[in-house]
């Protein structure tokens, strides 16, 4: 599975946070407190022992300070990365109390986890003897990675099954390259395998999904969310090719085929994708590109500082702004949108005679995934609440006691971290019902 | 402004901050330039009959990422001649009257070799000499340096013979590496010293490298063990300075020149508190550089301005007082630890130091609603960290955490100080990275003072009784 980034795209997206060399790792995590009962390490869904590995950056033992973190998130390098720390470990320093800046977790933790793996550093088998127990983990992004890499850990036999060519899924497809590079997502996906985990790619549907039921003695579901939801817009069929949906456009670029934007690009939505898509289209060579959301800016789903950075990039947005209709002409596309005003209840109104239009060449709709309904109502017992797999959080497990979820078809979309810890639960509910069920058994 | 102006001895200066005998005093090149700089005196790198030196010679210590907390040296005393050192020294007498240039002497131990050195170096230009009895390595295999200041007979010996031709103040510099430093610093008043300077360096292995196994500094896969000074020992040398000035067996004491970790103008001022006349300073300067020094005259200048001390000698010795047998202590005063909730960034390292490692008294028990004032209700302690589900705050998502209680930090990390149990230790004080924090408060006790002396005075506890 060899990818590599072309040069063009590595120039155009350089580090949002570089790499520490070895010197300013220590002196950073010298900065640490170490804190007893860490808020850092309280606020990390995976619960790192973030004092924990710093004081082993501290004292010379990188590769000890990355098994710390590993033991904990086998995905720390990615998350490292992708994690948004200003509200999860670095937001919780106990230094911003001291009106300093908070210590550098993220950082700390991809020195150690690079250097660990640039030195020939492996996961580890938590156990010698191997389980005859076999787990499907359907997906092959973040959570069933999680989930896979515990259960194999653990000496379970493990399937991982995609349908896409590369596995990683958000990872290698949808995180934005200044961030996390695809190359890097597959050597974390390596590592995984090297445990002994099998990838498969293929798709699964309602018959292959009886197979797997009768093959396996549990199966992980970690199928993320579905495509982006449609643009109600008049006449968008128009606009044909015009309008790229940001999560195709994101990974298009990531996996080396960039789709052509032109030089005015709008984004519709405020999300964090569609912050990274706006951010990706102004370094691909966009000239203008605008962001358009129906609400204020405070209302934003996006992170406050993936708003500041889009700043930064020289990203423009159009507040309290509804598309309506988007039509081709000889130059490009013309977007009509209309201003919108907002009550009390969040309730939006349109307002008569506010409309006008926008010339660009591609409209990026970053409205939110849709679940992928069609194939979770296939599972035969699994149950639905609101568009998201139901499950009990401390173990995974959903109404069918054989089938376990994690990640975005769980939780609606969160970040990498999320999937990471529901995969690792569910990774333990899992070797938990199987152990249990094998006691019975023989008892 | 101060008057930092110095008498030591009869050994004259514009400040109490000399150079110790060391690198930065190697040249009369080098002493010029100190003194451009604002340095008051040089004690000159050792003179005596030129040695051979190894490389590496020096390794070193550090600390939470800060360089050279502590450094050791193999090096021994001058390479270069005799005479090139003692014409170096005329020629920096000649250009700096005003300053002090005390020649630091090391030749074998006979009374000829010392008559001939002392008076070649008066004759020099030198405005005093300091015996090196300390270099705790190398010269000490060869019957000098520690060798002769570990035994008092020797020690009284030689300063003997220096005394009986010396025409200017003769300092002996103590090694700290005997059992109690006070036993030779009689042996030198014994023999008509003017003065004495403490410590030299403390023998040391400052580490192994963990690749070669080999100890620091490395001479060719080997090592030796070295003379450490630096920061690390200011402690230890300022006990001993007060174990000498303290002393007052064999006679009153005698001016001395305190060295050991002084690397600003607060360190030296403790040195002077204690009841040195001068301070020397070699690993600060071997760090930064000569410029040091005008901060330590700024800094002593001005904090003496705010203290109302005029001159040097309104100072000296003003701690010696202070510092007592620990019998003399009173046990009836009784300090405990307040926690100011409104500083506190709840990183409980209070509650862990003074769990593991004092008195078990402050806790992590505060509830998590609301309260009515800050005393608490105790909450039975929450579950270990790593059990809870925490996910990524999504504002679409999740609405926003509840602050619990009136202080920056939520109730629920601040530690709690149960005062009845508080021993008044220190240590949380000593642990809390917030300045005020944690202050530690007197607590009444409505009792008279009383020392253990007093308390025991029926009872003889001076020494140990070992059973035969």
């Known amino acids: 599975m060899e990818f590599a980034t072309s040069p063009e795209i590595a120039q155009c997206f350089p580090d949002l946070h570089p790499a520490m060399d070895a010197r300013a790792a220590v002196v950073e995590a010298n900065r640490c407190l170490n804190c007893f009962d860490a808020p850092c390490m309280g606020a990390c869904p995976t619960h790192i022992d973030v004092p924990g590995f710093i004081r082993k950056i501290a004292a010379g033992n990188v590769s000890g300070s990355a098994r710390t973190i590993l033991d904990a998130n086998v995905l720390g390098a990615s998350c490292s990365r992708v994690c948004p720390v200003e509200v999860l470990c670095e937001g919780a320093c106990v230094l911003h109390g001291k009106h300093q800046k908070p210590i550098e977790i993220g950082r700390l933790q991809r020195f150690a986890t690079e250097t660990f793996y640039d030195a020939g550093g492996r996961l580890a088998l938590r156990q010698r003897d191997e389980r005859t127990q076999r787990i499907a983990c359907i997906g092959a992004g973040p959570a069933s990675l999680a989930c896979a890499a515990e259960l194999r850990q653990q000496g379970f036999q493990v399937h991982v099954i995609d349908r896409r060519p590369l596995p990683g899924g958000l990872n290698t497809y949808?995180?934005?390259?200044?961030?996390?590079?695809?190359?890097?997502?597959?050597?974390?996906?390596?590592?995984?395998?090297?445990?002994?985990?099998?990838?498969?790619?293929?798709?699964?549907?309602?018959?292959?999904?009886?197979?797997?039921e009768r093959e396996y003695d549990a199966v992980f579901l970690g199928v993320g969310l579905g495509a982006m939801h449609r643009l109600e817009v008049a006449d968008a069929h128009t606009a044909g090719a015009g309008i790229i949906d940001a999560l195709k456009f994101i990974a298009a670029y990531k996996t080396g085929t960039p789709l052509s934007i032109g030089r005015r690009v709008v984004v519709i939505g405020a999300g964090n994708t569609a912050i990274d898509a706006a951010c990706a289209a102004k370094r691909l060579g966009a000239e203008t590109v605008t962001l358009v959301y129906r609400r204020q800016r405070e209302n934003i789903p996006a992170f406050d500082f993936e708003y500041d950075h889009a700043l930064r990039e020289g990203v423009e947005f159009l507040w309290a702004t509804l598309p309506t209709a988007i039509t081709a002409n000889d130059t490009g596309l013309v977007l009509t949108c209309v201003a919108v005003t907002q009550d009390a209840n969040g309730h939006l109104?349109?307002?008569?005679?506010?409309?006008?239009?926008?010339?660009?060449?591609?409209?990026?709709?970053?409205?939110?995934?849709?679940?992928?309904?069609?194939l979770l109502s296939q599972v035969r017992g699994v149950t639905m609440q609101r568009g998201r797999v139901a499950i009990d959080r401390a173990t995974g497990q959903t109404a069918n006691p054989k089938y376990f979820a994690g990640g975005d078809c769980v939780n609606d979309g969160r970040e990498v971290v999320d999937a990471v810890a529901d995969g690792k639960r569910a990774a333990l509910g899992i070797a938990d019902w199987l152990l249990a069920r094998m006691e019975e058994h023989s008892g | 402004m101060a008057d930092l102006t110095t008498n030591f001895a009869g050994i004259h200066s514009p400040n109490p901050f000399w150079l110790a005998s060391a690198p930065p005093t190697n040249t009369g090149e080098q002493v010029m330039r100190a003194f451009d700089a604002g340095w008051g005196g040089a004690v000159w790198k050792t003179i005596g009959e030129p040695i051979t030196n190894v490389s590496s010679r020096y390794s070193s210590i550090d600390w939470n990422a800060q360089r050279m907390m502590g450094l050791n040296n193999i090096e021994l005393i001058t390479d270069r001649p005799i005479e090139t050192n003692l014409r170096e020294i005329a020629e920096v007498k000649r250009r700096y009257p005003r300053h002090a240039v005390i020649a630091s002497l090391m030749v074998e131990s006979t009374r000829e070799a010392w008559h001939e050195m002392v008076k070649r170096t008066e004759d020099a230009g030198a405005d005093g000499l300091e015996l090196n009895f300390g270099c705790p390595h190398g010269m000490s295999e060869r019957g000098m340096g520690a060798a002769v200041g570990q035994v008092p007979e020797y020690t009284q010996r030689i300063t003997e013979w220096v005394k009986e031709v010396a025409r200017t103040p003769v300092l002996v510099k103590l090694t700290p590496n005997v059992t109690d430093i006070r036993v030779?610093?009689?042996?030198?008043r014994r023999a008509g010293a003017d003065g004495l300077s403490a410590i030299n360096t403390i023998n040391s292995i400052t580490g192994i490298d963990l690749e070669s196994f080999s100890p620091?500094?490395?001479?060719?896969?080997?090592?030796?063990?070295?003379g450490y000074c630096g920061p690390a020992v200011k402690p230890i040398a300022l006990n001993m300075v007060q174990q000498v000035m303290a002393d007052i067996i064999d006679g009153p004491s005698i001016p001395l020149s305190g060295i050991g970790g002084i690397g600003n103008w607060q360190d030296a001022a403790e040195f002077l508190l204690l009841g040195c006349t001068s301070v020397q300073v070699c690993t600060a300067v071997m760090h930064?550089?000569?410029?040091?020094?005008?901060?330590?005259?700024?800094?002593?200048?001005?904090?003496?301005?705010?203290?109302g001390f005029a001159t040097l000698n309104d100072l000296r010795g003003k701690s010696l007082s202070?510092?007592?047998?620990?019998?003399?202590?009173?046990?009836?005063?009784?300090?405990v630890a307040r926690i100011d909730e409104a500083l506190c960034i709840?990183?409980?390292?209070?509650?862990?130091?003074?769990w593991d490692g004092a008195h078990q008294c402050i806790h992590v028990d505060r509830v998590s609603g609301p309260v009515d004032g800050h005393v608490e209700l105790h909450a039975q302690p929450r579950e270990f960290g790593r059990e809870r589900i925490v996910v990524t705050p999504i504002p679409r998502l999740d609405p926003p955490k509840a602050h619990v209680g009136p202080y920056a930090t939520s109730l629920e990390r601040i530690p709690r100080v149960d005062e009845t149990e508080c021993v008044g230790c220190n240590l949380c004080s000593l642990v809390c990275p917030v300045d005020e924090?944690?202050?530690?408060?007197?607590?009444p006790t409505g009792l008279a003072p009383e020392s253990w002396a007093e308390r025991s005075a029926a009872a003889e506890c001076t020494t140990p009784r070992v059973s035969e």
Not at chain 1, 178 to 193: G, H, N, P, T
Not at chain 1, 353 to 370: L, M, W
């Open chain 2, 322 to 335: 202070k510092v007592t047998e620990w019998k003399n202590l009173n046990l009836n005063y009784k300090i």
């Open chain 1, 174 to 212: 949808g995180v934005a390259e200044y961030k996390l590079r695809a190359a890097d997502s597959l050597r974390e996906v390596e590592m995984v395998r090297g445990l002994g985990v099998e990838f498969e790619t293929r798709d699964v549907d309602a018959a292959s999904l009886e197979e797997l």
């Open chain 2, 184 to 188: 030779i610093a009689r042996a030198a």
């Open chain 2, 288 to 307: 930064y550089g000569y410029r040091i020094v005008q901060e330590m005259i700024d800094g002593l200048s001005n904090w003496m301005d705010a203290n």
């Open chain 1, 349 to 374: 109104t349109s307002q008569p005679g506010s409309e006008f239009t926008i010339e660009c060449d591609a409209v990026v709709p970053a409205i939110g995934q849709s679940p992928l309904l069609e």
């Open chain 2, 346 to 354: 709840g990183c409980q390292l209070c509650h862990i130091a003074c």
């Open chain 2, 437 to 443: 924090c944690i202050t530690m408060v007197e607590i």
């Open chain 2, 216 to 226: 620091r500094p490395n001479v060719d896969g080997k090592s030796s063990h070295g």
